[in-house]
């Protein structure tokens, strides 16, 4: 739709000087389509010829751009231990890629420790993989230091083509959340005080660690229990 096309005429023969006639039209500025032009010389002796510009080819039309977005959740809650991975395709390299979360204060915004890479290369047999991590074909890795939420990618390439990927999100387990109980000594020097942990949250299996004390049999004291 630019309709910028432009067409010229080179004369030989007959006598100088020469016009030239293009219907009308504006040979610097010209649509799609053919266009003739008659040249006449001096003596009244005139010969067409005839051009066609072709309508501008869109880069994008048939790039076959793809941008996946895929998750590892994070291993605990609140910390920035998971992952997004966005595999890209298609388009002509390279490829620049944003990624964007929702942050809670400021909405869609990029996350900046995701901020944008630019693939100048793609190692087709095992993935462009800054991170040193095992990949797979044209795949970029953000990870493993992303919070949890929603995460997506904008991928461009050499073109200026994009795509956009589906929202995908990174998740977390609950909080973990520990309540320890005790019993107090039966008789003084028994040391038969008890203590037991009340867990919620995280993953299970749960493991605890009064320490090396035996909660068993407790002496009066203290005891920190790590779940």
Do not use: K, R
């Amino acid at each position: 739709g630019a309709n910028d096309g432009t067409a010229s005429a080179s004369v030989s023969g007959g006598t100088s000087p020469y016009t030239e006639d293009w219907g009308g039209a504006d040979q610097n500025a010209l649509a799609p389509g053919s266009y003739t032009v008659t040249v006449t010389d001096a003596n009244g002796c005139s010969s067409d010829a005839t051009v066609t510009i072709a309508a501008a080819v869109d880069p994008c039309a048939n790039a076959n751009l793809s941008v996946v977005a895929t998750t590892v959740d994070a291993a605990c809650y609140g910390e920035a231990t998971g992952q997004a991975n966005i595999t890209m395709g298609g388009g002509a390299m390279p490829y620049t890629l944003e990624i964007w979360t929702l942050l809670p204060v400021f909405g869609w915004t990029p996350y900046v420790v995701l901020q944008t890479d630019t693939l100048l290369t793609v190692d087709l047999g095992g993935g462009w993989d800054p991170l040193g991590l095992l990949g797979v074909p044209n795949t970029l890795y953000s990870g493993p230091y992303a919070p949890a939420g929603d995460y997506y990618g904008v991928m461009t390439d050499a073109n200026g083509c994009t795509v956009t990927s589906a929202t995908e999100t990174i998740g977390e387990p609950a909080e973990l959340v520990v309540t320890a109980s005790s019993t107090d000594e039966t008789a003084v020097g028994a040391n038969d005080g008890t203590a037991s942990a009340s867990v919620s949250g995280g993953t299970s299996p749960y493991t605890e660690d009064w320490g090396g004390a035996d909660q068993n049999a407790l002496a009066p004291g203290s005891y920190t229990v790590t779940v």
